[in-house]
């Protein structure tokens, strides 16, 4: 599951047991076009005990920043606090979580100091990416380095394209090292892609 710790502002992918309604889900689905067996591999006594009736709601366990920008956007809820709004919702997210994607959406710059959305926020609000991500594709477009920018953005979507095998660190280190930015990952990044890029045209 994605888990994220608004305290820390880090997220991570979990490993996690099931819930009892996953469990029931999935034991549904073996015998959905034929009969069939449905293995578990826990015990009863974990079932019974240790395991949550219904799984953590996506929105207790995921950064709010989108959330956020999509209340401040809609007419429907002008002059009403993002607090207010989440809190009537049926499974509600912690103050933490809250307050935090507020003070990191005003970090960037699509808040003002009282949580008005400003003219960053509103085209952030259009996209379908993390803030940061997002605040990288606009100010691309604005500064004329798009498709770097759009490189950047991709790297930082995914895992590292560097690997480190276990037996040629040092010859994978060596490698990286031609491209590396004292003060960037994410400019050693481009300038490796950038360095495939020219390789493959070359070899076309």
């Given at each position: 599951?994605?888990?994220?710790?608004?305290?820390?502002?880090?997220?991570?992918?979990?490993?996690?047991?099931?819930s009892?309604?996953?469990?029931?889900?999935?034991?549904?689905?073996?015998?959905?076009?034929?009969?069939?067996?449905?293995?578990?591999?826990?015990?009863?006594?974990?079932?019974?005990?240790?395991?949550?009736?219904?799984?953590?709601?996506?929105?207790?366990?995921?950064?709010?920043?989108?959330?956020?920008?999509?209340?401040?956007?809609?007419?429907?809820?002008?002059?009403?606090?993002?607090?207010?709004?989440?809190?009537?919702?049926?499974?509600?997210?912690?103050?933490?979580?809250?307050?935090?994607?507020?003070?990191?959406?005003?970090?960037?710059?699509?808040?003002?100091?009282?949580?008005?959305?400003?003219?960053?926020?509103?085209?952030?609000?259009?996209l379908?990416?993390?803030v940061?991500?997002?605040?990288?594709?606009?100010?691309?477009?604005?500064?004329?380095?798009l498709?770097?920018?759009?490189?950047?953005?991709?790297?930082?979507?995914?895992?590292?394209?560097?690997?480190?095998?276990?037996?040629?660190?040092?010859?994978?280190?060596?490698?990286?090292?031609?491209?590396?930015?004292?003060?960037?990952?994410?400019?050693?990044?481009?300038?490796?892609?950038?360095?495939?890029?020219?390789?493959?045209?070359?070899?076309?």
């Amino acid at each position: 599951e994605r888990r994220f710790a608004p305290d820390k502002n880090m997220e991570s992918l979990d490993t996690v047991w099931v819930s009892q309604a996953n469990a029931k889900q999935r034991k549904g689905r073996a015998g959905r076009v034929r009969h069939g067996y449905c293995f578990h591999l826990y015990t009863e006594f974990r079932y019974d005990l240790h395991f949550r009736t219904d799984p953590v709601p996506e929105i207790q366990r995921i950064p709010l920043e989108q959330m956020v920008l999509r209340i401040k956007i809609l007419p429907c809820f002008k002059n009403k606090s993002v607090e207010k709004v989440l809190s009537r919702i049926l499974e509600p997210p912690s103050n933490l979580g809250i307050t935090s994607a507020i003070a990191r959406l005003q970090d960037v710059g699509a808040l003002d100091p009282v949580s008005n959305l400003s003219p960053l926020g509103y085209h952030l609000a259009q996209l379908p990416v993390d803030v940061r991500v997002g605040k990288i594709l606009i100010f691309g477009a604005v500064f004329r380095c798009l498709d770097s920018a759009l490189t950047i953005a991709a790297a930082l979507s995914h895992k590292s394209p560097f690997t480190s095998p276990f037996r040629e660190r040092e010859a994978a280190n060596k490698a990286r090292s031609k491209f590396l930015a004292v003060a960037s990952d994410q400019i050693t990044i481009l300038r490796a892609y950038k360095a495939w890029c020219g390789d493959r045209k070359s070899v076309v």
